[in-house]
């Protein structure tokens, strides 16, 4: 989900990088790689993001005193909420399982419960 989808959902100010940059996931500033998105609620965590390897952070409005190259800075009244709901938006979804309609399956195979057949895909007998 890229800076600006995040901004549209929930809100907040993009005050520095490329609102097309693509967030994965969220995570702790030490824990984080350049695709996660962490938060910072004060001005001494806003001073530990800022030097993280995460690639995006949300701080509080008005805290955005520096513009750290490769970095994404959100600015949001709640930076904390924001950062909760981005990890809902973010969270990936369980796989599907079944058999796409357009799969072509035989009769003589036997599937585990927790597989997926993808669309217009063929397995053969014994297989």
Known sequence: MTIAELIEALG???VHGDSA?????VNSPELAGPFELVFADSCSAAVAALHCSAGAIVLPSGTA????QNK????SDQPRLWFARAAHLLARQPFATGIHPSAV????????LAVVVGACAVVAPHV
């Open 12 to 14: 907040g100010t993009l």
């Open 21 to 25: 940059w693509t967030v994965d996931s």
């Open 105 to 112: 399956v035989s009769q003589e195979t036997v599937l585990a």
């Open 65 to 68: 005193t520096e513009n750290p």
């Open 72 to 75: 994404l800075l959100v600015e």
